[in-house]
């Protein structure tokens, strides 16, 4: 077991070195740099922006800037940001949690209804309330977010007015701080939720066709402790493995929910370091991300091994 | 931007005992296929979904009656009626006319993504998860490598390096994709082969491409087949938040997707610049994952009953 | 407020403007409430769009509006404009500018202090100015000073300027919050640390500062102006997403919200429980640049037929139709002193034509048009251009970009045109110099013209106002006919709040929030 997690380990390392070099390259292929932002239209002077160029050694040729970088990167140090000026780990660590508070919560909406939902539309596979709950929750699949995150604001903050349109306060076990991440977790949630029903419905259906559910049933187990005790626990296998990719995709890739509930998180700092061109940032930011990525589905990886025995009893 | 990279996960639908092969019986099994799915309600519900969609996607710029792009300076914000049947726009253009042109954007970016991306991600898989070793492990900390790069940033790259058209949309998105694909189609094969056929198929000393093309090719299908809608459905979502970032079809083009993201904030003036396109995005990829859910049920042996 | 104190009447280039009184008088602020007494304390919940702030709030630095907004709460400047344009006394009482017009000589209030606690004197305002003079400070303002040849401190309430040749725009380049008077000591002591821990004199003062999160700003006790602010403090948000920025104000998440969506302008109007302050008097406006370094564009014939062919109402209407008013003269808006109010180019297709074949272009040409991705108004602008140059065979394509590469083809010269807008400045001189002068710094079609160089010059040296006036029309006029873009639309910011804010007043002469120290809230 432990080889096998220093092996995944080990074989991340050329990952993540791949995904630095990709990032260095990428961002820069993309025109503009940061010295065009931070000019911006209203003013220009050639000389002050070429000096600032030379500040940043943006004047460098790439190989050297790429080496600077890339040697500073396998010490542990990611720069500095070009717009601020402050270390890109600062930064970076300091919205880390913020999207994880996130994460977490949209997470933990999508379980509660995902996996009932899935349960109860694989055991009634086929009826009224199968086709009905599906279509239900597939609605919020098919809204693209920042539409559904829109609607949500209009009908609880502008015209019933019970909850702050947007906005994030520090953390809290406090009324004041949950009302905040209510409307952006929920949003995200329900989108997350249409994959893992639809996961959870798809591998009940197939538990509950395998002969120890038969077996189970045979004994006089009530249907209750069949579905909850064999049937969901083996089912959860590739559910987990789902969440995995979702909590993955859900650090770095809230975006258009973070734009619109101004959340401070990760994915909003991402694209706005793209837009300015702040390439210590992007840089960091991505190679950040893919860490935790292949962190997270080595954590899943591990987890299915212990959730699934025969694969246990082989690893 | 695309919330998740989702990827269908169910074990591979492995046919005990008997090989996918020889013409006639496959014959005989897309008519099972199609007849089974045909007893599911909502199956038939996302069929004839998808077939509206993949229509208007088709004919739409034919039956729309005016020119999508053609501004009427009188009519901005025009509810609908007589003259524009769904209103107009914010530069007084027919919604209809739009929302039809949209379709073939929206549809065609969502199809040749999964087609691409299938294609590529599917071979890759199924090569890595045949050969194994080194070719397997290098195949996939590559996509390991694509897998875990945000794809807003490989997005914006593409678009900004080789220009904001449809084309270079499409070209992001298969690579953002082709990692899902090769994933599910990996993990297929390298049980498929522990199937005691391939064995038999290999001891008799078939040429490997036949073996991969002609046995487990078709056996790693079921779970591609449900990636490749979640994935149809989920191009067409990633394009509407691509234009709602600006990086999606240039104006004065429409897709689905732009003309919900330059609707929004007439959301309470104009609420059909959002209803239009924001309910066939949802008609479309409820389509799609109905008939995703149906097929997935219809191809799972166990389930053929 | 005691406003028009006598020094004003010493500086005869400050006649300024008595007919802008009367024409920019409905953008100050009304609401029957505001007559109240005004309440102390609450905190104003604002929010902003981005927070765009490179290193921090360093006035000297300044480039873009979030920070010009925040600076202006911070920071106070020698004069201050009022809402109509008008100079008044800010860290300067009075001025007296020499008969040569070289010599600026201007007393300073007594008893100002820094946040720090240190008196603000005039040896912070020299400081100031030779430190945006300095190469080393990297200052965008460098030019804008350029006339200056030294700043000296001849006692602690006394700034002599002295300019090396006749500069009339120097009072208001002075009351720009970019010249916002930074204490020497700190700014000596903090270095480059300055722009995030920003001290000023201003109502109010930096206190938390998290990038893309929060600024929080707090009630300056010590201000000049007695009794204000009546703010506990400001605390300021942001979003992107214009929906949501607007349902924030009128669910009351927010107080106030800067900058509106001109989308939703209508919307925000019509609903009782908030309030629109703004939408009309300033400089800002919409352009399309022609890039004349580039065939067919470096043909003034073709230059004319496009601008002759542009129906700027239906652009106007199609594009922004609140908030802003048709151009088709000049750049500066009917009303302003300096305005060129008769048309230049009148729409008229058959001329455009005519022009066209003139130039050898009968067949048309392809036409890429640059707009911003996500101002929304500016790509709008750009699809009617592309309708209304159709008969002219002029294909347009319009692509939108990121602000890094648009500043980018700007500064390279590698685009045909481009639609976007240029924020007011409270001199035109400055948008003159720098955008059309040969050699400016934003004049990024590198346009040059003797005429124009000289008449700008020409305003330069003059101080009646009714003489500068009359040449920047002769400008504005040759532009029109000959220049490199073809300006469509004046445009406005406009501010919206809820009920419980009172007395804000609408500064459309740059980005200036300063007003805000005489705001309050319903306790």
Known sequence: MIRVILTRILATVPVLLGIAVVAFFLVRLIPGDTVNVLMGQDFSDPVLEAEMRAFFGLDQPLPVQFWDWFSALLQGDLGHSMRSGEPVTQEILRRFPITVELAIAALLISLTVSIPVGIYTARNRNKGADAAARVASLIGLSLPNFWLGILLIYLFSVYFGVLPSSGHRDFAFTWQHFQYLILPSVTLGLSLAAVTMRMTRSSMLEVLGQDYIRTARAKGLGERAVVLRHGLRNALIPVVTVLGIQTGALLGGTVVIEQVFSWPGLGSQLVQSIQDRDYPMVQGLTVFLAFFFVLVSLIVDIAYRYLDPRMYRRG | MAENTPIAMSAPASEPGLPADAGPRRTRRGLRVLRNLMRDRTGVVGAVLVGLALFAALFGPLLAPY?????????????????????????????????????????????????????????????????????DGVAMRVMDVLFAFPTLLLAMAVVAVLGTDMRNLIVALVLVYIPAFARVARASTLSVVEEPYIEAARAVGLPHRRILFRYVLPNIMPPVLVQATISLAYAILVEASLSYLGLGVQPPDASWGSMLATGKPY?????????????????????FNLLGDALRDVLDPRLRR | MSVVPRALKQVAGLALVAMLMTACSNTSSDSPADDATPQRGGTLRMQLVRDTAGAGYDPGKTTESVVYTVDSLIFDTLLEADPNGNLKPGLAEKWDISSDGLVYTFTLRKGVKFHDGSDMTATDAKYTIDRILNPDTKSPRRNVFAAVKSAEATDPTTLVIT????????????????????????????????????VGTGPFKLVEWRRDQQIKLAANSAYWVSGQPYLNGIDISFNADSNARAANVRSRTIDFLWNAPPELYSVLKADKSVRVAGGSGTTSFQYMLLNIQKAPFNDVKVRQAIFTALNRDEIRTISRPDTTATLNGGFLPDGHWAALSTPVNKFDVARAKSLLSEAGQAAGFPLEILVLSGSDFHVRTGQAVQQQLQPLGITVKVTTVDSAQQQQRLRDGSFDAVVTGFSGTLDPDERLTQTFGTGGGTNYAKFSDAEVDDLIAQGRATTDQAKRADIYRRVQQRLAETGPMAFTYNYNFFDVMTADVHGYEFNPTTVNYRSLRQVWLTQ
């Open chain 2, 67 to 135: 020119d999508p792009n053609l501004i009427h300076p009188d009519a901005r914000l025009a509810a609908p009626g007589a003259r524009f049947l769904l209103g107009a726009d914010e530069l007084g253009r027919d919604v209809l006319s739009r929302a039809l042109h949209g379709a073939r954007i929206s549809i065609v970016v969502g199809v040749l993504v999964v087609l691409c991306a299938g294609a590529i991600g599917v071979t890759v898989g199924l090569l890595s998860g045949y050969a194994k070793g080194l070719v």
């Open chain 2, 267 to 287: 959301l309470e003036l104009a609420a059909w610049l959002c209803m239009v396109p924001g309910l066939a995005i949802m008609l479309t990829v409820l389509g």
């Open chain 3, 163 to 198: 300019l090396s040749k006749p500069y009339s725009p120097l009072l208001n380049v002075l009351a720009d919050i970019t010249a916002g008077i930074v204490p020497k000591a700190v700014v000596e002591a903090k270095g480059d640390g300055f722009s995030a821990a920003p």
